[in-house]
Nanobody
Framework: QVQLVESGGGLVQAGDSLRLSCAAS????????AGWFRQAPGKEREIVAAINWNGAITDYKASVKGRFTISRDNAKNSMYLQMNSLKPEDTAAYYCAAKLIRSYSTYANDLLYDYWGQGTQVTVSS
């Protein structure tokens, strides 16, 4: 199995940038597809971005395309989410998740993921 720990959240102003990190420990992270999800108060958890096991395939929620970039470094057992041009509607708790699979697909359904981090809060003020 794998343990996931997010970091990098914070309080920023609209238009600012943040970089979230997800550190994996346990089984080699290269065995996992992965994704970033977020959940705002009173709303359902939603996919933000997903990446396959070697980083060759990525996918994004429409509202973050062109602003957010997902990446991973399997040698460092880490995944990242670079968030630029942040908007107040990006405010949420952000979670990284991993699915034990090596494929050339990405997964938007949170029910398909096996492991989750504890989350990091991102707050964007207007």
């Amino acid at each position: 199995q794998v343990q996931l720990v997010e970091s990098g959240g914070g309080l920023v102003q609209a238009g600012d940038s943040l970089r979230l990190s997800c550190a994996a420990s346990g089984r080699a992270f290269s065995n996992y597809g992965a994704g970033w999800f977020r959940q705002a108060p009173g709303k359902e958890r939603e996919i933000v971005a997903a990446i396959n096991w070697n980083g060759a395939i990525t996918d994004y929620k429409a509202s973050v395309k062109g602003r957010f970039t997902i990446s991973r470094d399997n040698a460092k057992n880490s995944m990242y989410l670079q968030m630029n041009s942040l908007k107040p509607e990006d405010t949420a708790a952000y979670y990284c998740a991993a699915k034990l699979i090596r494929s050339y697909s990405t997964y938007a359904n949170d029910l398909l993921y096996d492991y989750w981090g504890q989350g990091t809060q991102v707050t964007v003020s207007s």
